[in-house]
């Protein structure tokens, strides 16, 4: 048995940018940005760092892409790509690379330049293939899932719409509570509702936002963090599943869940020590690339039991104020999704949670907070989670 | 004896009505419709149709040539007939060629196939046509997509070929030259009654003696002619009764070319009684004069051809516009996306089964199917214990799908359907010509092969799902 990674690395400082449509910002901006909030935060300088791990999806290759523009003087930059879970991967690179005390400090960041390229949606980068595969649109790739949930959970399409346009209201709602958001406005639920299918039966409101973006994180052993700061983010877990493509090539799988999400879910929870995840977590950021996805998410993350994620949502269960607020910094939909930056992101928001710095989505007794990416689609993809947490033990 | 052993026929399912070409001139049209292949179906795609009506429930493997014959093969220099070989998944030690050039494209086929025949050999012959008229021209409103098949033999043969006449002599009453995409035409007057006219009374007529046969002694007619009016009148001319004129189903159909009198073959057939003759005269620069005479194999399960079901298997709503878009007639704005890639040949070949055939693997150890073919069994993780499996032909249904509005198509919305096979394997597969409120959790489908993308001039086949045609008319 491993030993894992359970308290044994902290989060001393953090930074993130504004996501959005950042027509105004290079790559470099984008990075800078992030660097300089995380910096002060820790109240460090960039040559304290004795290693990178730097997440990008497709906004540059190699570790220069970060050293040329940081004028990092000649330490190691690894370079990260694991699709939605880059961000997460390269944090925990990072922290592994701490806890073995190859070095010190180091740092994780992930980045995303997606609106210079022109394109509607998201580029995906291609090689060379025989192209036989289908290539729909990104919606398309989680719509049949919404509509398996349906056939067998019995829902008419009245009321997967219901359930799905609830999700994207409270994740629409706490996103006009986030300033660094992408999208910081309330959509009346009646709006969302009656938006137009652009992939049966998901509409443009169950899709999240592309956006540019930079998230990054400082990470030491534990024993040292106090050095750092009295208040450090303690890593309870970190796990990722990548699957076989058993969900895509056999029946037995019926599209309403995500098995790599389950898998990485169960082992994070076995390493964190987690053994009710909804009583015991206080927030959850998870990997809302579309609402079905969330829907899925409630079930196979362990909150809600197998067909009842529907009907926890429309109680509210969910919700900023309810008995676990789910993307309370208005998830992927409303901060939008710089995939290489995402994952970072979202442990910012439990960052901002445990220092009391969430301003309006501001909850109280915040101990244990819990991110989510995947990257692929719901029958063949890399699921990542991770758990953090404000005390030790 | 030889002749045809099986025959088929493909119609695209989508199918313009005239009144909507009028309607963008301004002009009074003739009644009725034309079949339009989809955009993403070209005359391989419909010869393969064809071929695989023809061929079902008889080993493929058995064919020792493959032949192709189109007045527009998508392909000058590459073989098409190699393609629908491959769809066919045949042996590879066989003849194939492509047959072009010329309205009688199909017929010549035929008979190459039946002197092949005459020495043993099992030849399939998949003939199609996807002609283009010019916009506002009287061809845009006459021709129609469609495609046939036979399979040309020395036993058990349907309809024995008991006498043949051919007339051979250069002539333009229509050609197409390399510079040209459509069709062009000389005046009627000199091209029917000069040349056609001619040539088919003297054909049929050599073709009635040789056999020894009257006009009365034939229960059909197949008559190629540019139109319905000539067809009829010939007819006349060559003694026969309305009645014995087998339709060209110029009306419903549109006339597709090469396609075009080894389609009306293919519907005479479907309603034969065995003893029946049948007279064909397929014209282009002269004319291919054949008698058939029906066999009992006819009664045979499976030997009859369902032509009809094909032809009422449509969808009409299309307009004009989707039309020239889905010939390339259009200069459309394109989706704000990356340019799409081309195929990778050394990937597309290097499993070509893959591809062309739809072939799988079954783990020996478990026996899971599962698509594409993969060295480590998905299921019970065996490594290399897979055999080949063959997806095509099995049952399936749709097991969830999507509507996509959103991705780039030229027949949006897109329907991307997960395909569960019986017997097990699954496909993630887009799925075509459907009305969409037939598209459920649940429904049957089949599948169809289609060309998914040309980019660099490299056409990239592969297979869609298509709602099962219901096998009651």
Redesign the interface.
């Known amino acids: 048995m491993a030993m894992g990674i359970r308290d044994k690395v902290a989060v001393i400082g953090m930074g993130c940018t504004k996501f959005g449509e950042r027509f105004d910002c290079s790559m470099e901006d984008l990075m800078v940005e992030a660097v300089q909030e995380c910096l002060a935060d820790a109240g460090m300088e960039i040559n304290d760092i004795d290693a990178f791990w730097f997440g990008t999806y497709s906004s540059g290759l190699a570790g220069d892409t970060l050293s040329n523009r940081l004028k990092i003087q000649y330490k190691p930059v690894t370079r990260v790509e694991n699709k939605c879970c880059t961000g997460t991967d390269a944090f925990r690179n990072a922290c592994y690379a701490v806890a073995s005390g190859a070095c010190n400090v180091a740092m994780a960041i992930g980045a995303e330049k997606l609106k210079d390229?022109?394109?509607?949606?998201l580029?995906i980068p291609?090689w060379?293939?025989?192209?036989?595969?289908?290539?729909?649109?990104a919606?398309?790739l989680f719509?049949?899932?919404?509509?398996?949930y349906m056939?067998k959970y019995g829902l008419t399409e009245e009321q997967m719409r219901h359930t799905l346009s609830r999700i994207e209201y409270k994740n629409h709602a706490n996103g006009a509570l986030s300033p660094k958001a992408m999208f910081q406005k309330e959509v009346p639920f009646e709006t969302i509702l009656n938006a137009?299918?652009?992939?049966?039966?998901?509409t443009i409101y169950d899709c999240s936002g592309v956006a540019d973006g930079c998230a990054c994180a400082i990470v030491v052993r534990t024993e040292d963090a106090k050095k750092y700061r009295a208040d450090p983010m303690y890593v309870k877990a970190l796990q990722i599943a990548a699957g076989?493509?058993?969900s895509?090539?056999?029946?037995s799988y019926?599209?309403t869940t995500v098995v790599e999400t389950q898998k990485a879910a169960a082992a994070a929870y076995a390493e964190a020590g987690i053994t009710d995840p909804r009583k015991e977590i206080s927030l959850a950021e998870v990997h809302d690339c579309f609402s079905i996805t969330e829907l899925m998410l409630y079930e196979d993350l362990g909150f809600s039991e197998r067909g009842q994620g529907w009907k926890d949502a429309m109680d509210g269960v969910f919700d900023r104020d309810g008995e676990l607020p789910v993307n309370i910094s208005g998830g992927l939909k409303s901060f939008g999704h710089p995939i290489g930056a995402t994952g970072i992101r979202m442990l910012y928001e439990s960052w901002l949670q445990f220092h009391g710095r969430a301003g309006a989505r501001q909850r109280d007794n915040m101990k244990l907070g819990m991110t989510h990416n995947m990257g692929g689609t719901p029958?063949s993809c890399v699921s990542a989670v991770s758990i953090v947490g404000t005390e030790l033990g | 004896m030889i002749g045809i052993k099986r025959c088929g026929a493909y119609v695209p399912f989508n199918r313009l009505t005239r009144k909507k070409i009028g309607e963008a001139y301004g002009k009074k049209t003739p009644p009725g419709e034309r079949a339009v292949a989809n955009y993403d179906e070209d005359s391989i795609t419909m010869a393969v149709a064809a071929a695989l009506d023809c061929t079902a429930g008889y080993d493929t493997k058995k064919l020792d040539g493959v032949y192709f014959a189109s007045t527009t093969a998508p392909y000058d220099e590459k073989q098409c007939a190699t393609v629908l070989s491959g769809a066919l998944d045949t042996r590879k030690e066989i003849r194939t060629a492509d047959f072009a050039g010329t309205l009688r494209a199909g017929s010549a086929a035929m008979l190459a196939a039946a002197d092949a025949a005459a020495a043993g050999k099992e030849i399939l012959v998949g003939i199609a046509d996807c002609r283009l008229g010019a916009a506002d021209g009287p061809n845009e409103l006459n021709f129609g997509d469609g495609g046939a098949a036979f399979l040309m033999g020395d036993t058990d043969v349907i309809a024995e070929i008991t006498a043949t006449a051919n007339i051979s002599a250069d002539f333009h009453d229509l050609w197409r030259d390399k510079e040209s995409r459509f069709v062009r035409l000389w005046e009627d007057r000199f091209a029917i009654e000069e040349f056609y006219n001619k040539v088919m009374l003297k054909a049929g007529k050599t073709v009635m003696e040789k056999a020894g046969l009257q006009p009365s002694d034939f229960s059909k007619v197949v008559i190629y002619a540019h139109v319905a009016r000539y067809q009829a009148a010939m007819a006349k001319k060559l003694g026969f009764a309305p009645e014995q004129v087998q339709d060209g189903n110029y009306v419903m159909v549109g006339n597709t070319g090469a396609a075009c009198a080894p389609m009306m073959l293919v519907g005479a057939l479907e309603t034969a009684a065995p003893g029946d003759k049948i007279l064909y005269l397929g014209y282009g620069e002269g004319c291919d004069a054949i008698v058939f005479t029906v066999t009992e194999a006819i009664e045979q399960p499976g030997a009859r051809p369902n032509l009809t079901r094909r032809i009422n298997n449509k969808k009409n709503t299309m307009n004009y516009e989707k039309y020239l878009r889905w010939r390339g007639l259009l200069n459309c704005e394109p989706?704000?996306?990356?340019r799409t890639?081309?195929?990778?040949l050394?990937?597309?070949y290097r499993i070509p089964e893959k591809?062309l055939a739809l072939y799988g693997c079954r783990c020996k150890k478990c026996g899971?199917p599962?698509?594409p073919p993969t060295r480590i069994c998905?299921?019970c993780n065996a490594v290399d214990e897979t055999e080949p499996y063959r997806f095509y032909g099995r049952n399936a249904v749709i097991?969830?799908?999507?509507?996509?509005?959103?991705?780039e198509s030229q027949d949006p919305?897109?329907v991307?359907?997960?395909v569960?096979f019986g017997g097990?394997?699954?496909m993630?597969?887009?799925l075509v010509d459907a009305e969409l409120d037939q598209v459920k959790?649940g429904a049957p489908v089949e599948m169809t092969f289609r060309c998914?993308?040309t980019?660099d001039g490299i056409r990239?086949y592969?297979w869609k799902a298509v709602l099962k045609l219901q096998k009651e008319d």
């Open positions: 390229g022109g394109y509607s949606g580029a291609n060379e293939n025989d192209r036989t595969n289908p290539d729909p649109s919606p398309a719509a049949p899932s919404a509509t398996a056939a137009p299918y652009i992939a049966y039966p998901l076989p493509a058993h895509e090539k056999h029946q019926d599209f029958y | 989706a704000r996306r990356p890639m081309r195929s990778s050394p990937e597309y591809n899971t599962q698509f998905v299921e097991q969830t799908f999507t509507v996509d509005y959103l991705a919305p897109n991307v359907a997960v569960d097990g394997g699954r993630f597969t887009f959790v998914l993308q980019v990239t592969f």
